[in-house]
């Protein structure tokens, strides 16, 4: 169910806006790396938006009308393409972008649309129907109180991260680097 034949591991998380999808990802994406995984993100932006700052070399350029604008360091780099079609990206596409060989797993944020696994958040409160009666590859349910019927697939608390987590490596079958063995001389073992 991996879109565009990819060869890492995707899951999404789908949620009404102002649920706190964002959030949560800030709040698992450490947890994660502290495990030694290697994470990509893609996120769904709604509405036209800019990466760089007004005044900044990059902004300037590609707003005098370069269509696809490359910033690099030898810390980050940031690709900036302009689309004059007007259509929403399919998530196969986006995930091209990628570097496989530097992944260990993506996460999205958005296409809630897209048949691919997803977490659905759900805050009761808030009063949205449930997204996985609906969306057959929502793969589980973290909420923050008790649900008004039972949605058939896992429910997990969605103000303990560290589940959250648990979940998505059992679920993805995700394989975490083993550290280097220490020598008794304290360097590593090769």
């Known amino acids: 169910m991996n879109p565009g034949n990819v060869q890492f591991p995707i899951l999404g998380f ?8 964002t959030t ?8 994660l790396k502290a495990r030694g995984l290697r994470v990509g993100l893609v996120k769904h932006a709604h509405h036209d938006f800019d990466t760089d700052i007004p005044g900044k070399d990059s902004y300037e350029l590609r707003k005098a009308g370069a269509v696809q604008m490359l910033v690099a360091s030898r810390r980050r780099r940031a690709l900036v393409t302009e689309t004059e079609d007007g259509h929403e990206p399919r998530l196969d596409e ?7 060989d530097s992944l260990d797993l993506v996460l999205v944020e958005g296409f809630k649309a897209e048949p691919f696994p ?10 949205h129907p449930l997204l996985c009666l609906a969306d ?20 997990l608390d969605l103000n303990r991260p560290t589940e959250i987590v648990e979940f998505i490596l059992r679920t993805l079958n995700v394989a975490q ?9 304290g360097g590593t073992a090769s």
């Open 24 to 31: 949560l990802l800030c709040r698992i994406l450490p947890l």
């Open 118 to 127: 997803k977490i659905e958040l759900h805050r009761p409160s808030l009063g």
């Open 136 to 155: 057959r590859s929502i793969v589980a349910v973290a909420t923050d109180a008790p649900l008004p019927i039972e949605p058939g697939v896992p429910r």
């Open 94 to 100: 986006l995930l091209r972008h990628l570097d496989p």
């Open 177 to 185: 680097p083993v550290p280097p063995r220490r020598s008794r001389a």
């Open 14 to 21: 789908a949620a009404f806006s102002g649920t706190g999808k």
